[in-house]
């Protein structure tokens, strides 16, 4: 089996995709934030990370996640050595607080291993959970940074697309365009973009959705320190050859965007996949250009302008 | 050397798998788990990895491993302190408990750092033993944050496949077919499937086992939130054309397959191997669908239903 | 989507490289160490990653950085213990520094989980906060420990290019030369080399930048442990035929090398962008050796030489 | 530039190796342990990287490193504390060692925030030497860990190569023949083999170094759970083909295998290389099986076997 496949047609038989045909509402299959809105049920817990659900989660989520863990496994320590009974710890001659308090801030000095030791464990009981407990801060410190790392190098290219995917002008016919910017600093190389054409078909009674790839101007680019702006021909051989927008919507067009890139400063290949449905097609326009003509040496590049575009007169496609 | 090969002729010359020819047993030779049944020997520890040890047990055995270690290496050092003479510890005052369980107990605050202070070092023997455990303790902490990383990292696909590969009617001939889906919730891209067919042949007085890859309708797809069946059509060209049960158990027959993506939260290739053996051949049979018809919007796959099938009418294959 | 994609055709169009064409200045787009010359407006800190800034920044900046934090957040604690009332501590009967400065040192001790324990909290108020703050020392641990392997695993190769590119007589006819060597010790495999030649070309009334993949004598070599003189034939098909220095630098001509290998230390792929311009360019001139003819055994090689070179007698090219 | 280079004829032209010509002595340039002998002068410490330094040593040097900069900087912390003065720390009432070793014991006990609070700064000076010496043990975890990590992540594949090359009978011909191994129980996947026949060439006054890829009989499997052999068929179209061992060894012929494959552990790809020299050919011999006939379900793999080899009866090749 060879690592990559080369797909010289790039009009492939419709399955490749590994989407089916079944789908026919008109929800949005892929989310604005790239995921795929695809419910599996009937394995329980199976399929389950921890890993990946602590990793995926946003930075307020785990903050508190950490936090409420904190709280419950010192309420679970400070619980025991109440059991144990206060009178094994030192110093509880504050009447400021109960004993149960008392125990608690003591697990959480064990804990966090900061052990200031003005409360400590006195005799055999005490110490063991406290030995025991230090083992598992410990433990939990290495998980803590695993996890912190594994979201850090959790590659999240942040790719922007236009909100609009254009019918224009392009040399002597029409094109269908849309444009990508890197809003990080880090460079992407080697970039891929596949765009496929899906739509509901007739198949005797039923409907079913198909793919098509479509052919573009350039499906790669070497290096991608400027924005790209991506350019489907449509030309005789086109499947939207001569639709508008009545006939689209009609069969539930959408259009699906795979990209794929090298991220040079997570040094991994990174995805990203896309859609624009039939709402999001503007007929007759064209995009404004994003480079501030005005800068000399560096080259200057406004990517709020992304979306922008301006109506230009129709000609016939 | 090229990175990849491309495989343009699938079906190629039998050794290319890497397997062999000499095994006869009808063993499985991959296990449920995809592991290979080979046993390694002649080699002594040369061959062993701590770390892929430490990486590859369970959580349940880990955890063992490292409570058992924190016990051991406790001991050690308490016994250092205990032969040091418990005088050079503070505080051993306390009656409850013997003079080791002092020094295992001041070993066990200084390797995990949490330092209390109520025992501490007196004298340059039990503080130099000390600063040498709790450098030993820093190292032990990194050490395991190490293999709590590699553990959380190492990427661990988990792709469900019907526990059953069928023969079933397939456009105007038979198919053999069977069906796979992510587990997960993290994506699987770019996925290449590739279906070997092994059975034992006669080659003069011995018989040795062959290999044969198998067409496949569909051997790429680009994304994979879906179930996937995968179909090797059994026409003219099949090897497996016209063979029935008696015939493929009599060789011994063996389906493996070969499963490569690119899985998109850990970033990284990831492989599975499964192997069918003639028991799990059904003939005439065809399976269940897995979508909720009835679910709007989103898509409802039930992954339990992937081994449920049904019994069709024979045709002519 | 094919993972890769094959350039059988060097001379590929021009847009495929992804710089545009609109560039007219002269300054450099790729600066020394590698970066492209593009500035992204218009989208605020959307596009920031406090991560890669952690990691791209300098050992000095970033150890300034931790610095600076660890301040911050003590000066930030020590003000909460201060304003909670520095009776809740212990041992404040030191009259060499004031209250707020005890304050600061405890939270020091806490932050870092070194626990003396001289300074205490007493009482829940400063229990509670003490509690906090370890947790949040033991996350800042994670966090730097996440930011510090980032930092190693970031795979900087650091290949040496001599500062100037040759026109060389090479075999019957004239080459563009230029010199590369890997300065690690670690193997960089698989090194793919690309050159393409930019210059500015009239377009009507406008001039657009326009970008010719210049063929290479030998662009891929399997292994690099020795310096690699990378050759351009300047025979009738090269686009730079018989162009002289006025020529070139009236179109203001720039060479790109695009160059990828494999790094065995870090086991990923490693990109290296790197612009020669017009000023760069010297005609008559070949490299001298940088081998060690003296050397027995292993093979010497002197670095420091790379951009060493003398002037040949000029052939007609 | 394609992140893959397919590489239809596998006899290249010969510097896309990468190894240049101009080595003549007969000295391995491939030690035993994979590495070049290639020494690089002349530019300092610009091509040391630290990082790669301790990944690269052994463990028990990383080991001696570690414990000796802990014993540095505890001495230079020490002797600040000592200077500052031991009256600003506590409980130097000690008379079993002097001033100096309570100062360096108290470094050890910040550094590794053990912080047993029996010996505590007092004062400004000593507390903020020792707010910053923490702060050096959280960030010198934070680099041990790292390092740690990267030491094991750092993929090891330990292939194991039979000691000697032999021309064996090969079908109607001969084969040249090595054997390799995986000794780790981790899996290789979709491994390439590639072997090159090195000589020294006479051209004109001077001898050069030439290289030539032999042609595999199989240089691709996808699996390598058992031993491959790997094998060079000596028929007519050979380089090596007639030629005696008087003949290589006056031409200081060497055979060097680059083998690549992605590790299934580590996720990702390893390679490895190895040379044979003349002196370890062995003509008219034939590797003994390494299987173990008698082992029933599981295949029993003899590792130590690698190298067994019998003598055979001459043919003509």
């Not at 006939?247 to 995805?271: C, M, P, Q, S, W």
């Given at each position: 089996m060879a690592v990559n496949r080369k797909t010289n047609n790039f009009t492939e038989k419709f399955r490749e995709l590994g989407l089916g045909t079944r789908r026919l509402s008109t929800d949005r299959f892929i989310s604005k934030n790239g995921q795929f809105n695809v419910v599996k049920r009937g394995i329980g817990l199976k399929g389950f990370s921890f890993y990946n659900w602590l990793i995926n989660m946003s930075w307020a989520r785990f903050f508190a996640f950490v936090t409420l863990s904190y709280i419950l496994v010192n309420l679970f320590f400070g619980t025991i050595y109440f059991l144990i009974g206060v009178e094994y710890l030192t110093e509880y001659n504050d009447?400021?607080?109960?004993?149960?308090?008392?125990?608690?801030?003591?697990?959480?000095?064990?804990?966090?291993?900061?052990?200031?030791?003005?409360?400590?464990?006195?005799?055999?009981?005490?110490?063991?959970?406290?030995?025991?407990?230090?083992?598992?801060?410990?433990?939990?410190?290495?998980?803590?940074?695993?996890?912190?790392?594994?979201?850090?190098?959790?590659?999240?290219?942040?790719?922007l697309f236009s909100n609009r995917i254009l019918v224009s002008p392009y040399k002597e016919i029409k094109g269908l365009k849309f444009r990508i910017a890197n809003m990080r600093d880090s460079q992407l190389i080697d970039m891929e973009a596949r765009l496929m054409y899906s739509f509901l078909q007739n198949e005797g009674h039923e409907q079913k959705r198909r793919y098509i790839s479509l052919d573009l101007e350039i499906n790669f680019?070497?290096?991608?320190?400027?924005?790209?702006?991506?350019?489907?021909?449509?030309?005789?051989?086109?499947?939207?050859?001569?639709?508008?927008?009545?006939?689209?919507?009609?069969?539930?067009?959408?259009?699906?965007?795979?990209?794929?890139?090298?991220?040079?400063?997570?040094?991994?290949?990174?995805?990203?996949?896309?859609?624009?449905?039939?709402?999001?097609?503007?007929?007759?326009?064209?995009?404004?250009?994003?480079?501030?003509?005005?800068?000399?040496?560096?080259?200057?590049?406004?990517?709020?302008?992304?979306?922008?575009?301006?109506?230009?007169?129709?000609?016939?496609?």
């Open positions: 009447n400021s607080y109960n004993e149960f308090t008392h125990c608690f801030f003591f697990s959480t000095q064990t804990l966090t291993t900061v052990g200031f030791g003005r409360i400590s464990p006195v005799g055999p009981a005490s110490s063991f959970v406290a030995a025991f407990e230090s083992m598992i801060g410990v433990l939990g410190f290495a998980f803590a940074t695993g996890i912190m790392y594994g979201r850090f190098s959790k590659a999240r290219s942040k790719i680019i070497n290096l991608f320190p400027l924005p790209w702006t991506i350019v489907h021909p449509i030309d005789e051989k086109s499947p939207i050859y001569q639709k508008g927008v009545l006939e689209l919507g009609k069969e539930r067009a959408e259009f699906l965007i795979i990209l794929k890139g090298f991220d040079d400063t997570f040094n991994t290949y990174v995805h990203q996949i896309h859609e624009y449905n039939t709402d999001e097609i503007v007929f007759d326009a064209d995009f404004d250009p994003m480079f501030d003509p005005a800068a000399q040496g560096e080259t200057h590049v406004h990517l709020n302008k992304i979306s922008d575009f301006h109506k230009v007169e129709s000609k016939k496609a």
